[in-house]
């Protein structure tokens, strides 16, 4: 497991930084512009949720480095397993650096202490496995096409409720309730004052989520043929 | 005699391919060359032998362990050359060939560095400044540096120049000197295997035509020449494959012996060489 964790930062220990370095500006403009700390976290979680996988995948897309790594005496599991810690340790180095930014910018708005709350981070922790779990198993499975795939999914499926929210009517139809269910969820998430059993259910779901992204993602790989 | 390598019914089906019932065995200590022409499926075997694909049916054995439930053990103890090398392009080769040492319990760098050093890569060249000849000599290299006892390559030769050609081939006989090392390598440049392969194995549209010691490959098969209209191709014991021109037919036989016994009038005998048994079975009028 740690000679996978090895090669995947050597691997791409450059292009992290890179991918780092041009978030900086980015960074810097939110802890200058935002001055909620739920709204830095959750924006900080959704940015380097979604580039760090792109960055470590993307390039093992682009070399074909898979048939490398699934010649060396390993399991593909552990390739897997592999890549999951890899982009983990990737998304604690970006959230890390951006803490560093708030705590570092003359200009900053958000107070280091406020971000590192225990709620801050279940919510950081659980909207990163939501995006792990959505994203990893394609990009796996298919590479960056994969993400493609998802992406035009996620448009069609817009569509689709769009239309069928337009042909149902009315303020009580299936649908918006359902829409109106998820945005009080995700308003709870945010907005509520934690208790115990609120950050545990969210702990509980994010790592079930994450097992199961996990088990799924090792299922497709190990079916992948190079 | 012990196998290195025992592959026994392995069936891989692809959309407009598929490799059927292959079956052959790599003796320990010997070169096996996988020949045949572009397509015939010589790649998929050597993916299946390192589980990069998935097999349909049948088994494969790596000494004596079966290449799914042992392995990290068998891959530990195999060298992979691929046709077209795999490393991350942007980095320098000292930085790759650090990943992949951790791997190997048994990487020694100093050979490692001696091996880039006979083939004159820098370590901190990076990878994509390289030439094709120098990506595949960097793979060898990689591939040489962990002491392994098989050692696996798909097209090594495919690309390269005549000069870095007999380089390999002589290295890869002077590897299998240490009676322990056996080398299986796919390519469909036959002099290449006539040079140095012990035992050979053809495959032609998926299936096993042959897989024999490489002298007495050429010893038993022959070509059979005759002008005019001497003989037909069915008159030929154990005929392979036939091509005929206006004005003569000549005819592929695994049995040259027997086709030397047989009454054929006007016919010329001479042995085949690798090339010719490829040329005829794969382009000419196969017989079964």
């Given amino acids: ?226 | 005699m012990d196998n290195a390598i025992e592959i026994k019914g392995l069936r891989k089906e692809y959309k407009g391919f598929r490799l059927d019932d292959v079956t052959f065995d790599v003796p320990q200590g010997y070169i096996m060359g996988l020949i045949g022409p572009n397509g015939a499926g010589k790649t998929t075997v050597v993916k299946l032998i390192m589980n990069l694909i998935r097999r349909d049916a049948g088994e494969v054995r790596v000494f004596g362990l079966d290449n799914l439930r042992h392995e990290p053990e068998i891959k530990a103890r195999i060298g992979f050359v691929y046709d077209v090398p795999r490393f991350p392009e942007d980095l320098r080769l000292e930085t790759i060939a650090s990943a992949v040492a951790a791997f190997y319990d048994k990487w020694d760098a100093a050979r490692f560095m001696g091996l880039l050093e006979e083939f004159q890569l820098s370590p901190r060249k990076v990878f994509k400044k390289l030439s094709h000849g120098m990506k595949m000599k960097f793979s060898l290299a990689v591939a040489l540096a962990h002491d392994a006892d098989l050692i696996l390559m798909d097209e090594p030769t495919a690309g390269l120049d005549p000069v870095f050609r007999f380089e390999l081939l002589t290295k890869l006989r002077a590897l299998i000197q240490d009676e322990r090392k056996t080398v299986l390598f796919s390519s469909h440049i036959t002099s290449d295997l006539e040079r140095v392969a012990d035992f050979v194995t053809f495959i032609h549209k998926g299936r096993v035509v042959f897989s024999a010691a490489k002298d007495e490959v050429l010893e038993t098969w022959g070509v059979v020449r005759a002008a005019g209209d001497g003989f037909r191709p069915e008159d030929v014991p154990d005929a392979r494959g036939f091509r005929r021109t206006e004005n003569s037919l000549e005819v592929l036989t695994s049995d040259l012996a027997a086709a030397r016994r047989a009454p054929l009038s006007g016919a010329v005998f001479d042995k085949a060489s690798l090339e010719d048994i490829m040329f005829f079975i794969g382009k000419g009028n196969a017989h079964a």
């Fill in chain 1, 1 to 226: 497991m740690l000679k996978i964790l090895r090669l995947e930062f050597l691997f791409n220990r450059r292009q992290v930084l890179i991918v780092l370095a041009i978030f900086t500006a980015y960074f810097a403009y939110m802890v200058f512009r935002i001055d909620s700390p739920r709204v830095f976290v959750v924006s900080t979680s959704i940015m380097i949720g979604l580039a760090m996988p792109f960055t470590i995948l993307g390039r093992e897309d682009k070399f074909k480095t898979a048939a490398l790594v699934c010649s060396l005496p390993m399991r593909r599991s552990t390739v897997v397993l592999g890549k999951y810690a890899a982009t983990w340790a990737a998304i604690g180095l970006g959230l890390g650096y951006t803490l560093l930014l708030a705590a570092v910018f003359p200009f900053s708005k958000i107070q280091v202490a406020e971000i590192l709350t225990a709620r801050n981070l279940f919510v950081v922790l659980f909207l990163i496995s939501l995006i792990f779990a959505v994203i990893l198993p394609f990009t796996i499975r298919f590479g960056l096409v994969g993400i493609i795939i998802l992406l035009v999914g996620f448009q069609l499926f817009g569509i689709l409720a769009l239309i069928l929210s337009q042909v149902l009517g009315g303020a009580n139809n299936p649908l918006r309730v359902f829409i109106r269910a998820v945005a009080d969820g995700l308003r709870t998430l945010l907005t509520h004052e934690a208790t115990p059993g609120f950050l545990l259910a969210l702990l509980t779901v994010g790592v079930a989520v994450s097992a199961a992204s996990l088990f799924v993602s090792r299922a497709l790989y190990v079916r992948r043929d190079f």
